[in-house]
Structures are given as structure tokens and as C-alpha cells.
């Protein structure tokens, strides 16, 4: 079995964002072409603790290259008080011919970027003139810092990002590091809120918000709302908008902003497509620049593993990870 650590892993993905993207939407296009498996999450709780989880993202993606595989990934907000990564994640591919386990991956940065290049893959599907050249990001994590890295590559003017975070000192820590390591990109530190979602028609929205509390109907007709986080708008104004999702029956579960206001409202008829109808669609138009547009992808197990089998793929050409040759039992004698 292949093991790859951390460091294999953002060896191998570094600099291919374009790679990257072209992967998500290839399992968009064929998650839509019912050329998947994809089972509910897992997600596991523990007594007493509402805010630690654990999630199981089991899935089969088809194509040229079949995979099956399990995402196990960890969210705990109390970590970033210590200097941890709130997530931690790992991955196991299995052969599709015996079963076996092929591959173990660590997995936080293939989370990250799936996401992220998901979040980009709507901006390009739902163009509009307003979103070339800036960007809000509320919540300045982990998550929105990929999304900066990916954006560009869909919208090549955007240079300006407006960042707002409820601890400042995470607002100034990613305007540090885009100096760093995105230094094309201009980041502004917004001190409130509503100054933050006034600047841009493109938000970005990441963060560790347990229940809904942004009213975005007092947003700019037009603005593109990329609610990657999934619990942030209010419901009442998840039914006003314009709506995309990347799976019907997956986002509708779990408290999300649409799951409350399905349960608002009593109907799913507020969603207009899916990030996968929008990827497979020759004749996409510009989004419906009289209303807002909310993006809440809950992010499917089919994206990690498009992301993983590249990722493993590239580490082979490149000689990369340690190989395990014991690692199952051996085969069983035969008794004649």
C-alpha cells in the first residue's frame, strides 16, 4: 500500500490548481451523468459536544480511471486556539478488482483544495461582468485562503480581495500570507461586516458557524454568494434567492441554510440547478442579475477522490511516498 504524508501530498498539488479544477468538474459532469456511487455522509457526534465532529464522505467515481474510496475527516473549532488546523483529514482508495486498500493519504490539503476549486468552478459557471476584478471573503481560514488561490484562474482581473473575520487577527494573518504567497492579490482587512459584503458582488463565506445569522437580501442585486460553510445564511433569505447546491439529496440534510428552509417553506422549488447541470450545460448565461445567487455546495465525496487519484498518479511519476508491502495478510495456502 502507498502511504503519502502531507508534505507528498502539497509536493505533488503545488502550482496545479488548473489540474485541479478540470478534476472537480470532471466529477461534477459525471456525478450528473449518473457515472457515480455516493452514499450519505457519516457524521459522527459525540455526548454532551454539539461543536466536534467527525465525518465519513464514503463514494465510487467512474470514468477512465475508477475509483472507490473513504474520506474520515475531523472538525474541531477549538484547535485554532492552540495553533492547530481546525481540520484534519485522511483517505483511503481501495482496488476496485479485490478490494484491497491501495492507498493512504493524508488529506486536509486535498480537502481544501477540492473545495475551494469547487467554490471557484461556480464563479466560472454563473459569470458576471461585476465579479472581474474583486472578492469578499468572510471568514479567514483555512478555506478562504485556498479559494483565493483558485479564483484567479477563473477570473484573471481579480486582484482585490476585501476580508472580514469576527477576530481581526485572523483578517491580518491571511492578508500576510496572500502577501506572501499571492502577492498579485490585494487584501483589504475589513473592520465590520456590512462593509465587508457592501465592497464586492463576489462573497466568499467560510467559516465555523453553527446556525444561520446573514440576511443577504440586503445585498447588492446581483451578488454572488459562494456559502461554503453551509450554515450561514438565514432561511428566509436562502428562499428569496436564486439558488445552486451540488446535490439535491445531499445538501437537504444535516441543518444546512437550505435544509432549514426546506423546512421552512415545505418545498425545494427555491434550488434552480446544480453545480453539475451548470458544468454539462453548452448554453450557460449569465446568472439572474436581478436577485442575488447563493452557492452551497456540501461538498461530496466524489470531488476527493478526483483530487486523490491525481494526487497519486503525479506522486508515482514522481517517486513519491512510502510503499508498504506487508501491510495486508499474505495470500492463504491452499489445503489439498
Known sequence: MLILT??????VLRGQERDVLQAVQDAYVAHANAESSLPHSVFLRF?????????????????ARPTAGIKWISSFPANIEHGLQRASAAMILNSLDTGH??????ASTISAWRTAASAALAARLLPAATDSNGVTVIGCGVI?????????????????????DTR???AELLRE??????PELDVRVARDLPTALAKNTLTSIATNAQHPHLDTRGLRPGTLVLHISLRDVLPEAVVAADNVVDDIDHVFRAA????????RVGHREFVSATIGELATRPDVTDRDLSRVTVVSPFGLGILDLAVARLVVAAAGAHGLGLTVDNFLPTREKSHG
Open 6 to 11: 502531507h508534505g507528498d501530498v502539497e509536493a
Open 47 to 63: 455526548p454532551d459536544d454539539q461543536r466536534n465532529r467527525i465525518i465519513a464522505l464514503p463514494a465510487y467515481l467512474g470514468g
Open 101 to 106: 486498500p491501495l492507498a493512504f493519504l493524508e
Open 144 to 164: 478562504n485562503f485556498a479559494v483565493l488561490r483558485f479564483l484567479p484562474h477563473v477570473l484573471p482581473g481579480l486582484t482585490q480581495v476585501t476580508a472580514y
Open 168 to 170: 481581526a487577527e485572523r
Open 177 to 182: 500570507r496572500c502577501a506572501a504567497q499571492l
Open 256 to 263: 444546512t441554510s437550505v435544509h432549514l428552509a426546506e423546512q
